[in-house]
């Protein structure tokens, strides 16, 4: 028996795939479905011929899928030149990160791979008309909310799905305590900038003071070990690169800020005091195009996405939870700065590092929490947790978990969609790559209205 491993296909378009052109030469196993309905996932298992004097360069399997109704298609290729391969080549179309004719890698995996990382490779593409976007690691070349603001744009901010980072500025370690490291604490691979770059929408700051200045921050309180973590991005950098990004890009961003920590406060950190907060308000101030909602307007998730964005303006939304018993918002309420209870959604982790346990949980609450469109927005956490001592010294890094759950973001989440439930916040840790542009794109196209 050769080499075998999985292949999924992830129709995240309006279209059906239909199959043409299937040859291969030397590979134990190449059968593809005929057709590949839209919405749908197909496990395709593949293996590669491998025999007594058997030279394996010569494998070989190409394909074509065309787009039901269109001019529209991509080709599947396996070879196995120094090691084995897939790729699809986007022979007849072209994405908002890839250029028609160009080639994405998929790479290789075994099915001897074990659990908990995932058993195969996939691909996934999704939109409609002339508005696709593929699994790659390149970022976009459009403004996405932009680019969809046709289809979108009539829908209420609850009606919408987008791509959101966890602890989205810890991709840098800007000091932090003794048993804060990169293993434990970084939950990023690509700065603010970057995750832009690759449709990340939703942003989860966590405001820190450290020497004097204002950071991201990424801490908890250890038993044995009390206040543990790391300092990220700079919140100043963080204004600089969203700046710089809605010059040109008249998108939505939402800040969502919370789990604010004085660190200079001795060893027992304390939340930001009404002093500090106005301070940290002043700094954020500097983000251009905060969003005005009109006058009385109580809930921002009910505006359209064509009244936030339509006039070819970007639209800044900050969101603020604080204690409300003691601390308010002051002067900056008005200014683009808003209590969370202006913006209600759901967010509740699993708190688990199996990511069986995560699907098991994040998909019952978005069935049991949001199963009408009209409930408040629902962000899909899909972010292991170390839990234990052992997680931390000699376990897989945050950033390796992150791994195991990007594929299935592709292959669990959509199934799981329908015109009454889907997620509106896809949130994600080391948001390095297109995928969760792709599971958003495909969720606006197939179920949202």
């Not at 508005?131 to 603001?149: G, I, N």
């Not at 998730?301 to 064509?306: A, C, E």
């Not at 590092?353 to 199963?371: A, C, G, S």
């Not at 916040?425 to 790559?433: R, Y």
């Amino acid at each position: 028996m050769g080499h075998g491993g999985y292949l999924y296909l992830v129709n995240g378009t309006t279209y059906d795939w239909h199959l043409s052109g299937q040859t291969s030469e030397f590979m134990e196993r190449w059968i593809f479905p005929s057709v590949i309905p839209s919405g749908s996932v197909e496990e395709v298992y593949l293996e590669w011929g491998q025999y007594l004097g058997h030279d394996p360069t010569r494998d070989k399997g190409d394909l074509t899928y065309t787009l039901a109704g269109t001019e529209h298609n991509f080709q599947v290729e396996a070879r196995a030149i120094s090691s084995f391969q897939l790729s699809v080549c986007l022979g007849g179309i072209s994405t908002w990160n890839n250029r028609q004719g160009e080639t994405i890698d998929l790479s290789w995996v075994d099915r001897s791979t074990q659990y908990p990382r995932f058993n195969g490779v996939y691909f996934i593409l999704s939109g409609t008309g002339h508005d696709f976007v593929s699994s790659s690691t390149r970022p976009l070349t459009v403004s996405w909310m932009q680019a969809s603001l046709e289809m979108i744009g009539k829908r209420p901010l609850r009606h919408v799905c987008m791509p959101g980072s966890h602890d989205s500025g810890i991709s840098v370690i800007n000091g932090g305590t003794l048993f804060g490291d990169a293993r434990s604490s970084q939950t990023q691979a690509n700065s603010i900038a970057d995750q832009l770059a690759l449709g990340i929408r939703f942003f989860d700051i966590r405001p820190v003071i450290a020497g004097g200045g204002f950071y991201t921050g990424h801490y908890g309180n250890l038993p044995g070990l009390g206040w543990q973590g790391v300092n990220g991005q700079s919140i100043r950098q963080i204004i600089q690169q969203m700046n710089a990004f809605t010059a040109s890009n008249k998108e939505l961003l939402i800040l969502s800020i919370s789990h604010d920590f004085n660190t200079d406060a001795g060893r027992h950190y304390r939340g930001f005091n009404q002093e500090e907060w106005d301070r940290f308000l002043q700094e954020l101030s500097g983000l251009d195009s905060l969003f005005l909602s009109p006058q009385g307007t109580p809930d921002l998730t009910l505006l359209t996405m064509n009244q936030l964005i339509g006039n070819k303006q970007a639209a800044v939304i900050v969101v603020i939870f604080i204690d409300r018993s003691h601390l308010t918002l002051g002067n900056f309420t008005g200014r683009g700065f808003y209590y969370d209870s202006q913006f209600p959604f759901y967010d509740n982790y699993a708190n688990s590092n199996d990511p069986k346990v995560l699907m098991e949980d994040q998909l019952r609450k978005l069935h049991l929490e949001r199963n009408h469109p009209d409930k408040p927005l629902f962000s899909l956490d899909w972010t292991l947790t170390q839990r234990t001592l052992q997680d931390v010294t000699i376990g897989p890094s945050v950033l390796e978990m992150a791994s195991f759950m990007d594929p299935r973001l592709v292959t669990n989440v959509i199934p799981s969609c329908s015109a009454k439930t889907f997620p509106n916040i896809l949130s994600i840790d080391k948001a390095d790559n297109a995928t969760s542009i792709a599971v958003a794109t495909a969720i606006n196209a197939l179920f949202a209205s």
